[in-house]
């Protein structure tokens, strides 16, 4: 069983940085690959990044590539996900999840946790 906490979104302005904090708890956390995904209102939840257990692999959405950055420490149990350059359209809540495979797709990832909100203002 993973259980996952999100912290760190807040209201910034175009062109800023956030840095969003995902905290798990679980024996099994250096093993799980983790993601992030966010949802914007009346879209779909998407893909932001994941990276695997051991921190070597990872990969980004296209749309934040070169401005986000996916890191995890697994002394700490967690994932962080640095964004940069955010625009209005990063506006989301964000969500962070744990699962088995390397996958862009929500339905992979077993463990979610509640999200955390970022909102860019322009």
């Known amino acids: 069983q993973v259980q996952l906490v999100e912290s760190g979104g807040g209201l910034v302005q175009a062109g800023g940085s956030l840095r969003l904090s995902c905290a798990a708890s679980?024996?099994?956390?250096?093993?799980?690959?983790m993601a992030w995904f966010r949802q914007a209102p009346g879209k779909e939840r998407e893909f932001v990044a994941v990276i695997s257990g051991s921190g070597i692999i990872t990969y980004y959405a296209d749309s934040v590539k070169g401005r986000f950055t996916i890191s995890r420490d697994n002394a700490k149990k967690t994932v962080y996900l640095q964004m940069y350059s955010l625009q209005p359209e990063d506006t989301a809540l964000y969500y962070c999840?744990?699962?088995?495979?390397?996958?862009?797709?929500?339905?992979?990832?077993?463990?979610w946790g509640q999200g955390t909100q970022a909102t860019v203002s322009s």
């Open positions: 999840a744990a699962g088995p495979s390397i996958s862009y797709v929500s339905a992979a990832y077993t463990y």
């Open positions: 679980g024996r099994t956390f250096s093993m799980s690959h």
